[in-house]
């Protein structure tokens, strides 16, 4: 054997590896987010809604809440009404459009989504076992399969770096630690700080 030649290990393509690991990995954070139910009882849509209504704590029309969840009208529908009766979320006339309504959250409401933003085990300890190199190599690659999603229009528009007008990517070749500048905060960052939903994203 030719011990210079990397060896060829037979199985089946990468491509289809990293899928398996994937969706392994999306019902690990789903499961996750039923045993998460915590004291109201949520829905894994439900929770998604306390934290999507939680991200910028701005009130917001329900046909937003649809695009956002790839989810459906009468999906968020039935899942609005049930946190409404829960007391999590309130509903009040929108002060653009005296038709249309706008929904915010409750004060319970945002204590349930302070709660749902606490990351749980088994996750955090997942997450904890990847050094910051396989963790800034995720993230890099997360972001690159989300963009390309995204302008294949299979899922919602998310508010990352890549998407963002503020990013400069590989703006500090000097700096292999941190490459890339961020124009809003005005400070360069790496591959392990970009953001998947950051609050100040505008698209480019
Ligand atoms: S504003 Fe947020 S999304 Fe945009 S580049 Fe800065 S950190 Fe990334």
């Known amino acids: 054997m030719d011990v210079g030649q990397p060896v060829e290990v037979p199985g089946p ?5 990293l899928l398996t690991g994937l969706a392994r990995l999306g019902q690990a954070v789903r499961m996750s987010a039923w045993r998460n139910a ?11 809604i306390l934290t999507f209504l939680a991200g910028d704590d701005r009130p917001r029309r ?3 809440v649809v695009a956002a969840l790839a989810s459906t009208a009468p999906t968020v529908s039935d ?7 829960k007391g999590l979320v309130g509903k009040a006339r929108d002060a653009a459009d005296a038709r249309a309504f706008v929904l915010t959250l409750t004060d319970a409401g945002r204590e349930e989504a302070a709660r749902l933003s606490v990351v749980p085990e088994p996750l955090r300890a997942a997450v904890a076992a990847l050094d910051p ?5 995720m993230l890099r690659g997360a972001a690159t399969m989300m963009r390309e999603l995204q302008e294949r229009r299979a899922i919602p528009i998310s ?4 998407t963002c007008r503020f990013y400069r990517p ?3 070749p000097e700096d292999p630690e941190r490459p890339h500048h961020c124009m809003f905060a005005d400070a360069p960052f790496g ?13 480019a």
């Open 191 to 203: 591959d392990g700080e970009l953001r998947l939903d950051c609050p100040d994203h505008e698209p």
């Open 133 to 137: 190199g396989d963790l800034a190599a």
């Open 62 to 64: 329900q046909g937003e």
């Open 79 to 85: 899942a609005m009404r049930a946190l409404t009766g």
């Open 159 to 162: 508010r990352m770096c890549v």
């Open 13 to 17: 393509p990468r491509d289809e590896q």
């Open 170 to 172: 590989d703006a500090h």
């Open 38 to 48: 915590g004291p109201y009882g949520l829905t894994p849509l439900q929770a998604d």
